[in-house]
Structure formats: C-alpha cells, structure tokens
Nanobody
C-alpha cells in the first residue's frame, strides 16, 4: 500500500524558515515525479513545487524562497521554505505520480495519483 507521510509543519513568525519532509512507502519512488501543493482556509488547493529527476518547478509566489529536493535512498522529498510570509499559511500536501511530469502539475493536479494527509504551516506574528 502506497503512503505519503508529511512532517515538519508548525507555527513560525514571518521571515522564519521551515523544512517539510515527505516519506513515501509501499514501493520505490526514485522514478516518480514528486512535489507539494497547499491549501489555505477558504481557498482552492494550489501548486507549490515539483521535482522530476533533477528538474524543479515552482509557483511564482514561492520562487526564490522555497527549494525542493529529494533523497531517493530514503524515498523522501523535502521542501525548504525560507523567508516565510503570512500568505504561506496553509495545509501542505505531498504528492507523487509515476507518469505525470512535474511541468504539468500546476494545470493537471487532478491527475496525480498519490497524496499525503497534509501538514499545517502557520506563519503569524
């Protein structure tokens, strides 16, 4: 059974940093496309970042502040979030798919096969 489990969320102040982790289990994910979405209260889920092999993709709102990476030996994908802002407050979801290229994730998120349960990130002073 495939599972994605996120961790690392929390309450931080504006300007602080957090690193989210997502551990995948059930099979090897080294060839999967993986990434992150988020959903703020009252808003639709939105794309944050994706990684396909060594290629990385970011939403404009996080570009230059967030960095996605992966450790295939640990079946883990990370999201390093720096200079956090109140608008970054949301539940962050890890996602994975065997075939959908990360470049397509922003437009075709409904086709992504696997999702985690989410981790809350709150940025507030």
């Amino acid at each position: 059974q495939v599972q994605l489990v996120e961790s690392g969320g929390g309450l931080v102040q504006p300007g602080d940093s957090l690193r989210l982790s997502c551990v995948a289990s059930g099979r090897t994910f080294s060839s999967d496309h993986m990434g992150w979405f988020r959903q703020a209260p009252g808003k639709e889920r939105e794309f944050v970042s994706a990684i396909t092999w060594t290629y990385t993709y970011y939403a404009d709102s996080v570009k230059g502040r967030f960095t996605i990476s992966r450790d295939n030996a640990k079946n883990t994908v990370y999201l390093q979030m720096n200079r956090l802002e109140p608008d970054d407050t949301a539940v962050y979801y890890c996602a994975a798919d065997r075939t959908l290229h990360g470049l397509c994730w922003q437009r075709r998120s409904n086709e992504i096969a696997y999702w985690g349960q989410g981790t809350q990130v709150t940025v507030s002073s």
